[in-house]
């Protein structure tokens, strides 16, 4: 009955509003010291739940939830109700006795269902939308047996024909054609001369067979025959077409009678082939050439030149057409090898709730195969100062931030160690290819403020601000900074550090390290690339002693005011300002 029912949170389309990402918005009216305590406010839209009776292909309408959003929701097909549960009633064997509608449980029956493809992509235009998938379900197979009987889609017109083994298994590209299968007998519809029956041998020394396998409703079946036809032609006989289909003869019979003399040759009630040739969506080409299955492929590759290509030798393989059975389309891709395997990754971005067993970490790999940004159980702030990272190291220090949300300074303050926090720290993945490895940096804060602007009504930008900063420069004086050593060398004693022989660069950037709790960012103005003798002092309360210390070799560290990056982290509607 699932396929007749389904109702509530398991409708195929959505049967409810359009819900945010999360139901957690810290309230911002409370205090901010606790996250942990912040009431959450429910989404308290209804939820809006129709039954739905597929019919081919799902369909669905708009509807008006209390919220004022819209959401879609499936046919209301209340007035069925009464045609479902007679439907009910009579599939169940045994439930009102096993009349002539009630399924016989001995011998797997096989039955094709013709079922609407979902669409696929643009190949070849918008071809592929229309073709349709064949489903051959057979309950012996299902249980792990073999096929071992042949029928049509109707009791009256069913064949029950006991197979050879060789008709039991898969025939895969590159092996012979069993004799049992150019022997087999097969029903066929307006035969040039009248024949009710013919056999693939009839036709064996036709040096290539292609076995178009269609459905009278698949519209590029129908489309490319007169196609497949004309390629024929062209080869003056050499390329042998057999149009076949698993559907009954009575189906087929009334599909041509509403085409008005439009008739072709067709092989008719031949499931068989389904199973020898795994066949899930029409229109399937099977070629056939010295007495080997010589490919199985799209309609696509049944042109002229391809066709005299592989008549001549010139063309020894062609593209199999491959179905991944076991790919569930309601399941993530590649989780749990889910329509492939990590090795068909090329771009993927994640975010997971707090992971159990892994500590706060952050990986970045670069290089030739691809680009891969990892962090794991972070709270929002802390992975948009991993963002900011990669644009600047000097963005991470505190002087170079500006947070304008009470909810952003509470999520400094959280530890993942007590479980209460845990709801608030996440994992984070964005892997790129190569060619990408230079937006890293802007498809992961996009990442960042998608999600966590849906979660909390934050977002994070790196945006030029003007400001007071220590400006490091040379006071004109004479320059008594440059180092005789050929070593680099640092020995710390008391609070100090004597760094000898090393670049410039390397001072400053250890003395932001050191002093990046002072309210003003330290700026290096200097322009100047020579190793220097000098003294770093590491505690904060000697900045002054710095400031000294450098003028005596050279060097002045002024208040002025400069426009430089700063990592801003605001509420969504918050706009960024100068700081004075």
């Known amino acids: 009955m699932r396929q007749f029912f389904r109702g509530g949170i398991g409708l195929p389309f959505g049967q409810r509003c359009v819900r945010p990402l999360a139901d957690e918005r810290v309230n911002m009216l409370t205090s901010y010291q606790d996250l942990s305590s912040y009431p959450i406010e429910q989404n308290k839209s209804r939820l809006c739940h129709r039954l739905l009776l597929p019919l081919g292909r799902y369909r669905s309408d708009e509807t008006w939830c209390n919220d004022g959003r819209v959401g879609r929701t499936a046919y209301s097909l209340w007035p069925k109700a009464i045609t479902i549960i007679f439907c009910v009633l009579f599939s169940v064997p045994n439930l009102l006795g096993t009349g002539a509608m009630a399924q016989s449980q001995h011998g797997a029956v096989p039955r094709i269902n013709f079922v609407d493809q979902m669409p696929v992509g643009l190949e070849a235009g918008t071809q592929r939308q229309t073709e349709r998938i064949l489903v051959y379900e057979v309950c012996s197979v299902a249980d792990g047996g073999t096929v071992n009987q042949v029928?049509?889609?109707?009791?009256?017109?069913?064949?029950?024909?006991?197979?050879?083994?060789?008709?039991?298994?898969?025939?895969?590209?590159?092996?012979?054609?069993?004799?049992?299968?150019?022997?087999?007998?097969?029903?066929?519809?307006?035969?040039?001369?009248?024949?009710?029956?013919?056999?693939?041998?009839?036709?064996?020394?036709?040096?290539?067979?292609?076995?178009?396998?269609?459905?009278?409703?698949?519209?590029?079946?129908?489309?490319?025959?007169?196609?497949?036809?004309?390629?024929?032609?062209?080869?003056?006989?050499?390329?042998?077409?057999?149009?076949?289909?698993?559907?009954?003869?009575?189906?087929?019979?009334?599909?041509?009678?509403?085409?008005?003399?439009?008739?072709?040759?067709?092989?008719?009630?031949?499931?068989?082939?389904?199973?020898?040739?795994?066949?899930?969506?029409?229109?399937?080409?099977?070629?056939?050439?010295?007495?080997?299955?010589?490919?199985?492929?799209?309609?696509?590759?049944?042109?002229?030149?391809?066709?005299?290509?592989?008549?001549?030798?010139?063309?020894?393989?062609?593209?199999?057409?491959?179905?991944?059975?076991?790919?569930?389309?309601?399941?993530?891709?590649?989780?749990?090898?889910?329509?492939?395997?990590?090795?068909?990754?090329?771009?993927?971005?994640?975010?997971?709730?707090?992971?159990?067993?892994?500590?706060?970490?952050?990986?970045?790999?670069?290089?030739?195969?691809?680009?891969?940004?990892?962090?794991?159980?972070?709270?929002?702030?802390?992975?948009?100062?991993?963002?900011?990272?990669?644009?600047?190291?000097?963005?991470?220090?505190?002087?170079?931030?500006?947070?304008?949300?009470?909810?952003?300074?509470?999520?400094?303050?959280?530890?993942?160690?007590?479980?209460?926090?845990?709801?608030?720290?996440?994992?984070?993945?964005?892997?790129?290819?190569?060619?990408?490895?230079?937006?890293?940096?802007?498809?992961?804060?996009?990442?960042?403020?998608?999600?966590?602007?849906?979660?909390?009504?934050?977002?994070?930008?790196?945006?030029?601000?003007?400001?007071?900063?220590?400006?490091?420069?040379?006071?004109?004086?004479?320059?008594p900074y440059a180092s005789t050593g050929a070593q680099q060398e640092a020995e710390a004693h008391g609070g100090v550090i004597d760094m000898r022989a090393y670049p410039l660069s390397s001072f400053v950037s250890a003395m932001k390290r050191h002093f990046n709790m002072l309210p003003l960012p330290i700026l290096d103005e200097t322009d100047i690339t020579e190793r220097v003798d000098i003294q770093l002092f590491t505690e904060m309360e000697d900045f002054e002693k710095q400031r000294k210390h450098l003028e005596e070799k050279g060097f002045e560290l002024v208040q002025e005011h400069r426009e430089v990056d700063m990592l801003v982290l605001s509420d969504i509607k918050t706009k960024k300002g100068d700081i004075e």
Not at 232 to 249: R, V
Not at 256 to 274: H, N
Not at 367 to 386: F, H, Q
Not at 446 to 457: M, S, V
Request: charged residues 25%; glycine residues 6%; hydrophobic residues 40%.
């Open 151 to 479: 029928g049509s889609n109707t009791a009256v017109e069913q064949q029950k024909v006991s197979l050879p083994p060789a008709l039991q298994k898969r025939i895969r590209v590159g092996e012979v054609v069993p004799e049992e299968l150019w022997n087999l007998p097969l029903d066929v519809l307006y035969h040039k001369d009248g024949a009710k029956q013919i056999r693939l041998a009839d036709y064996r020394d036709t040096p290539l067979i292609i076995i178009d396998v269609w459905s009278t409703s698949c519209a590029v079946c129908l489309r490319e025959m007169p196609h497949v036809r004309a390629v024929s032609k062209a080869t003056d006989g050499k390329m042998l077409p057999l149009f076949l289909t698993p559907q009954a003869k009575s189906d087929v019979e009334r599909f041509m009678a509403r085409r008005e003399g439009d008739i072709w040759e067709t092989i008719v009630g031949a499931d068989i082939f389904l199973k020898l040739f795994p066949t899930y969506s029409a229109p399937q080409e099977i070629w056939i050439k010295d007495g080997k299955v010589f490919a199985i492929t799209e309609y696509v590759y049944v042109t002229k030149d391809i066709v005299k290509d592989v008549l001549d030798g010139r063309i020894t393989e062609l593209p199999e057409k491959v179905y991944n059975g076991d790919f569930k389309i309601s399941k993530p891709l590649l989780l749990s090898d889910n329509g492939g395997n990590a090795g068909d990754m090329l771009y993927h971005s994640l975010f997971t709730r707090y992971l159990d067993g892994i500590y706060d970490n952050s990986l970045r790999i670069g290089g030739g195969n691809g680009n891969k940004i990892t962090l794991t159980n972070m709270s929002a702030y802390l992975m948009y100062v991993r963002f900011a990272e990669l644009v600047n190291a000097d963005l991470i220090t505190t002087n170079r931030m500006l947070i304008q949300s009470d909810l952003i300074d509470s999520l400094k303050t959280l530890s993942s160690f007590y479980p209460e926090n845990r709801k608030h720290f996440f994992s984070y993945e964005l892997l790129l290819p190569p060619n990408m490895q230079g937006q890293a940096p802007e498809l992961m804060l996009a990442d960042l403020n998608r999600f966590f602007g849906a979660l909390y009504g934050i977002k994070g930008e790196v945006a030029k601000i003007k400001r007071p900063c220590w400006v490091l420069r040379p006071n004109g004086k004479a320059i």
